[in-house]
């Protein structure tokens, strides 16, 4: 039975290794991350680099890791084309609403409302809508929701998603309650809270976040370098 593995490497960053042995990164930020628990040097060979928008804290070590793994960037047009700029070769552009089938899998990206710097970016010609990703792995449908407010457009997803990634953090981005709220939108099978801790300014307690969730999907709080296997 095939089964996609999730490692959380705190705030919003994730890798995947799917049962063929693809490896990916989702929102890569290990260097300068507190919350981290390996270093970006310590990430090993990679075929895909996903990036949701390019706030530092996304996208920081995106390029550097595309460039000493080869791994395909896959981003929104803006973000590509900036990292091109910057020395990487392999890369697919993608906008919001539109989906393409890598070998693994579908991914589709999702609206999300935040901001759109791109760090690096010292000329602002990059600036980008920031995204989310929705993506087939090993049979697994997950969501990464990005850096996102609560928005409409989640009804959308009912259905379609298995195992959601929200962040919860509040300040900049949902906090609990829109969690909640985008939890009853979309009804994922699991939840796993993302995009917290990391400053005083997104602290939250997830005991708390559980026990507003309830009944309406099961959350799985990780904390760095552990894994949930996607089923």
Known sequence: MRMAKLTFHGQSTFT??????????IDPWFDENPMAD???????DLDFIFCTHGHFDHFADAI?????TGAT???TFEIVSFAQTQGVEAAHPMHIGGGYSFPFGRVKMTAALHGGQVAGDETGQFSTLPAGFLMELDGTRLYHAGDTALL?????LEGEV??????????????????????DFIKPHTVVPIHYDTFDLIKQDTDAFREKVGDRARVEVLAPGETLELS
């Open 16 to 25: 995947a290794e799917l049962d063929d042995g693809t490896r990916m990164v």
């Open 64 to 68: 550097p890791l595309a460039k000493r």
């Open 73 to 75: 960037l896959v981003s």
């Open 162 to 183: 298995d195992v959601a990634l929200l962040p919860i953090g509040d300040n900049f981005t949902m906090g609990p309650d829109d969690a909640v709220r985008a939890i």
């Open 152 to 156: 409409m457009d989640m009804k959308l």
């Open 38 to 44: 390996i270093s970006a040097d310590e990430v090993g």
